[in-house]
């Protein structure tokens, strides 16, 4: 089945209260119109139509900058809010002809699983049905119209809540306003929409009761978790989503072998991948495209942005981003790494040390107080307490490097550039402004070298 997609995103949030369309606050740190967006990519659509309105440009930037960009997607502009047939219509001269069927959902509904839309896919394209629609079994009725059924059980209608009898609103079946229509049949009729209700819109849900004026044949795929239809109408909802969907990522990490010792106190993205018999601490925060070894301790307390962390490392109360850190590595606590920081197997890095653009090498060890900025470590350094690469000179940054096995003493000032060879050491309270050769001992305000070390 060759399935196309429209995305309804036009809408204005009003009860968000906010001057950033709906679509473009986040749950679980990407932006929601992602979320439908990835959906349509996993049912295997070969278009996407996002139907837009309100901060259309704002739309058009954010959903084109998404990480990796959605193939095959283009905008249709919703001028006028004239409802949701009014919005399906825009797609027509885009789609039509393009395709054998039609998925139509929403752009603020983040907690719809693939999986159950895969379901309502895959049931349209067995029964050939003229229109498959998304059923939700609820006792509570989220103010969502009641579907309507025959003596033979088959869908005759819906009823909006507001327009519904006492008996119709004991239905327990609701309209969860997701459909795969046949294409040439949508195409053809959504155009014979006629306004209605006090906005004098036009509204899909009056497709079916076309099809049913056709008999032709409606399908159900009936739902049974109500939270897959929570729509995004309040920052309330948006918080309700927040927490769920953090759970859904909490729940499936656990059971791929990691420890969360508080999962309601552990923030973890959906892309963040962390390995095996790893233990997560409490009120940790891991973002982006995070990627944790096994056998690590992270936390608690610790905030991780885009990084790569290898295996057994631990890392208290941090903050890293943008950073490599490979493995049996110790940072922390209150320790920093910015981005371009690659740190090395077997190093440690003491309480308040922070290190930006720098590469530090094997069981090299950095005191706590210090700053290590654009340079580069070699093997078994150490770094001693509240050393300082002064690396910018209000011009430009400049590169500090250190060889293998140096040792810089507590509160060393190192201007930039400046090289320390092998196996040097400065005298605490050095001010290096000046290269150090290999093996030799540079202590002083300016720093000066009073003998090599390996002289008798």
């Not at 259309?56 to 409802?83: H, I, K, M, Y």
């Not at 490599?324 to 320790?335: D, K, L, M, S, Y």
């Not at 653009?357 to 069981?363: C, K, L, Q």
Request: charged share 20%; aromatic share 4%; with cysteine.
């Amino acid at each position: 089945m060759n399935l196309a997609a429209v995305i309804l995103a036009a809408g204005q949030g009003t009860r968000m209260k906010t001057q950033l369309p709906k679509i473009l606050h986040t749950v679980v740190g990407k932006p929601m119109v992602s979320y439908a967006l990835e959906t349509v990519a996993a049912l295997g659509a070969s278009q996407t139509i996002l139907v837009i309105g309100h901060g259309a440009d704002q739309v058009r930037v954010a959903t084109s900058n998404l990480q990796p960009p959605t193939s095959n997607l283009q905008f249709v502009e919703q001028r006028e809010q004239r409802g949701t047939g009014h919005a399906v219509l825009q797609a027509r001269e885009v789609l039509r002809g393009k395709s054998d069927a039609v998925f139509v959902s929403y752009a603020d509904m983040p907690l719809m699983r693939v999986e159950t839309l895969k379901k309502l896919t895959d049931l349209h394209a067995s029964s050939r049905a003229t229109i498959t629609m998304l059923t939700l079994i609820s006792d509570d009725s989220m103010a969502f119209g009641r579907i309507l059924r025959d003596a033979n059980n088959r869908v005759v209608g819906i009823v909006e809540e507001r327009d519904a009898t006492p008996e119709q609103l004991a239905i327990r079946e609701l309209n969860c306003g997701v459909y795969c229509f046949d294409a040439d049949w949508l195409w053809e009729h959504v155009a014979q929409l006629k306004p209605a209700g006090v906005k004098n819109e036009y509204y899909l849900t009056d497709l079916v009761a076309l099809a049913v004026k056709e008999n032709c044949m409606i399908e159900a795929g009936v739902l049974r978790d109500a939270t897959e239809m929570i729509g995004i109408n309040t920052r309330v909802h948006l918080a309700q989503a927040e927490k769920i969907m953090r759970g859904r990522i909490n729940t499936a990490l656990m059971l791929a072998g990691v420890t969360l010792i508080d999962p309601a106190t552990t923030y973890i993205e959906s892309d963040v991948a962390i390995g095996e018999d790893t233990v997560i601490e409490p009120n940790t925060h891991l973002r982006g495209k995070t990627r944790i070894g096994a056998n690590c301790r992270i936390g608690p307390n610790a905030i991780i942005r885009d990084s790569q962390i290898g295996d057994a490392c631990e890392i208290v109360a941090s903050d890293i981003t943008g950073a490599v850190v490979e493995e049996r590595v110790q940072i922390g606590p209150f320790a920093r790494l910015r981005a371009g920081s690659h740190i090395a197997r077997q190093v440690r890095i003491g309480n308040f040390g922070e290190v930006k653009n720098s590469y530090v090498g094997e069981r090299s060890h950095i005191g706590h107080f210090s700053y290590i900025g654009d340079a580069e470590l070699g093997k078994h350094v150490n770094i001693g307490a509240g050393t300082i690469t002064c690396n910018y000179d209000g011009m430009q940054k400049n590169r500090t490097v250190i060889g293998d096995d140096a040792f810089i003493g507590s509160d060393t000032l190192l201007i930039a550039p400046v090289t320390i060879g092998a196996r040097a050491r400065t005298g605490a309270g050095a001010v290096v402004n000046k290269n150090v050769p290999p093996d030799s001992l540079a202590v002083g305000v300016p720093a000066r070298v009073i003998r090599r070390l390996n002289d008798k």
